[in-house]
């Protein structure tokens, strides 16, 4: 048979995917004729698409030698210097097929895909532009736009670019993965769950897709089924650091920190520095409320990395949890500046302006975040409550669409008390009030999905033990047990009970120094027991207290309040609401104090 007739079938095997046969068919086609360079140059492609680079390389290079006008052997050379990590040689192998060959296209996608993968997003960007416009119609370079103005922070673009890729092509398992991590990323899990699904049943062996799949469900609330794809995608491979990662924080979100912690490290093991690994830990000791474990934790990560997304956010958390409002907002502030273009980052920060009473500055963030999404519940959520009645028709008429399309209990939730607030307002309480009915059961399935369900007898029971115990005869034996000391101030209330209207108000006066709400009640409370050597709850060793062990606790909680103000201003306020589950034990350690109810 003629050497071209035997170089036709290998390349129909080869087109067909068949590689061996046409690794077979090019070696014959070698063994006759040395210097048959397309022979040469195609088999070291089906060597590169079957891992073997290094044989590879030496295969192209000497078809090369032979033919070295040929664009195309450069081209592919690139490819597998790429893989074998030469990432220079392979930039210097594309320029050279566009040397040759000016405009060719996969010459400049070669290109682009090297700087992408080499962080230079901002050089890649005009070269795969260029390719687009030598080729319109393949969608490769549209999807690796779309990877790369992601890297740029330019997440409307970048899903613009996967949009259009699809277009082009709807079975591109890599522009469905990038799209919806893109929507993920923008709080829009409901719309990037398709996308992630599709992906991982188009690369059933990719076990990063597989895990994107999970990912988006554990953000969807679907925690255990979540963590069941998870294990799909350890079958395939358990050593990915990514997936690892996000397991642990997939237990976090089931609320096993234990089982958390044994992932994380995991990782640390063999990655000691991985600073996903610390601030997944610093999230679990939040989660104990070991807060001051976890600022440590986040701050060591930030001394290696200070604009690390993940370790600002969980400051932010933990700052807010333990009543330093300012610093919370601080923290998101400087998020929204690292990533301007993430709608989730501008409607936490007006989440927090607006229980911190900024309501102003609460609406400018909610409109920068419906910039970035128009469709982002946080914001939407966030302006129906502070506008109420004033709420544009548009935006209200925009809730009511998404409501049905959502699937987190939390987000619907939200936007439904939202429009109770609306319509209340309006004087339209039969809408306000099926709203409401709507965002509180919505509510209480978020809560009981994530393991917070009320225990309304175990609640009774310990209402029932406050006022048992708490009564005038132990107030009478115990009332010089505690600290003489006029200068806390306690705000008490159930939420959205008017205890963020005391707070601004005592903060207007000269003499209040306003602590916001902090924890330091219940941790006085809580050690109680040790100061009188028990081991059993607070309540239980109420009748065996002393004088010393009030004054122990109580002191330790004055040194807390002394510390964020230097002991200056005559009245310092505890503003933690809930604190009305701790009043009688307000009143056993400080009942000089001011409780506002």
Not at 370 to 389: F, H, Q, V, W
Not at 566 to 594: H, Q, S
Request: charged letters at 25%; one cysteine or more.
């Amino acid at each position: 048979m003629p050497m071209a007739d035997i170089f036709q079938q290998a390349l129909e095997h080869h087109r067909r995917g068949e590689l061996a046969e046409a690794a077979e068919l090019y070696e014959r086609i070698i063994a006759e004729q040395p210097a048959h360079a397309d022979a040469l140059h195609l088999l070291g492609v089906v060597l590169h698409q079957d891992g073997q680079n290094d044989q590879a390389l030496k295969l192209i290079q000497e078809a090369i030698r032979i033919r070295p006008e040929q664009a195309i052997y450069y081209c592919n050379l690139s490819n597998v210097q790429r893989a074998l990590g030469h990432s220079d040689d392979a930039l210097a192998s594309c320029d050279k097929a566009l040397e040759i060959q000016p405009g060719m296209f996969e010459a400049q996608l070669n290109k682009g895909l090297i700087l992408l993968r080499s962080n230079q997003a901002e050089k890649a960007e005009p070269v795969l532009r260029a390719a687009i416009e030598a080729r319109p119609d393949d969608s490769r370079a549209y999807t690796y736009l779309g990877e790369c103005l992601t890297a740029l922070q330019q997440e409307p673009e970048a899903m613009d670019a996967y949009r259009t890729a699809l277009d082009k092509d709807p079975h591109s398992a890599l522009a469905h993965s990038g799209l919806g991590l893109a929507l993920l990323s923008q709080g829009e899990p409901e719309a990037a769950y398709p996308h992630l699904k599709s992906a991982a049943e188009l690369l059933p062996d990719s076990a990063i897709a597989i895990a994107n799949h999970a990912r988006c469900m554990v953000e969807l609330g679907r925690v255990e089924e979540g963590l069941t794809v998870f294990d799909d995608a350890m079958q395939i491979e358990p050593t990915v650091l990514e997936i690892n990662l996000e397991i642990g924080n997939a237990w976090i979100e089931a609320h096993d920190l234990d089982e958390a912690d044994g992932w994380f490290q995991r990782v640390l093991r063999s990655h000691p520095d991985q600073r996903t690994a610390w601030t997944g830990l610093a999230r679990i000791a939040a989660n104990r409320r070991q807060f001051d474990q976890a600022i440590a934790q986040y701050q060591a990560v930030l001394q290696q990395n200070p604009n690390y997304p993940d370790a600002l956010n969980g400051l932010a958390d933990v700052y807010w949890q333990t009543g330093d409002r300012t610093a919370a907002i601080d923290f998101l502030k400087k998020l929204v500046l690292l990533q301007p273009n993430r709608a989730d980052r501008h409607a936490r920060l007006g989440e927090h302006l607006a229980r911190f009473g900024d309501e102003a500055a609460a609406v400018a963030s909610f409109r920068a975040a419906l910039k970035k999404n128009p469709r982002c519940p946080a914001a939407l959520a966030g302006l129906a409550a502070i506008l109420r009645g004033q709420l544009p028709d548009s935006e209200r008429q925009q809730i009511e669409a998404l409501l049905p399309r959502l699937a987190r209990f939390d987000c619907k939730a939200a936007l439904a008390l939202g429009l109770a607030h609306v319509h209340d307002d309006r004087g339209e309480f039969a809408q306000a009030a099926e709203y409401l009915q709507k965002g509180n059961a919505w509510k209480k399935q978020h809560w009981r999905r994530h393991g917070r369900s009320v225990d309304h007898d175990k609640l009774a029971a310990f209402t029932d033990a406050i006022i048992q115990h708490f009564d005038a005869e132990f107030f009478a034996r115990v009332d010089e047990f505690g600290i003489d000391s006029h200068r806390p101030v306690f705000v008490v209330g159930l939420p959205n009970s008017g205890t963020v209207v005391v707070e601004r108000l005592l903060a207007s006066h000269p003499q209040v120094f306003v602590a916001g709400p902090r924890h330091f009640v219940m941790q006085a409370v809580q050690c109680l027991p040790d100061a009188v050597g028990e081991k059993s709850e607070p309540l239980a060793c109420l009748q065996k207290i002393t004088p010393l062990a009030v004054r122990t606790c109580a002191s330790r909680m004055m040194q807390q309040l002394d510390q964020l103000d230097g002991g200056k201003a005559l009245r310092i306020a505890d503003t933690t609401g809930e604190n009305y589950y701790f009043v009688g034990f307000i009143k056993l350690m400080f009942p000089d104090a001011r409780i506002i109810h």
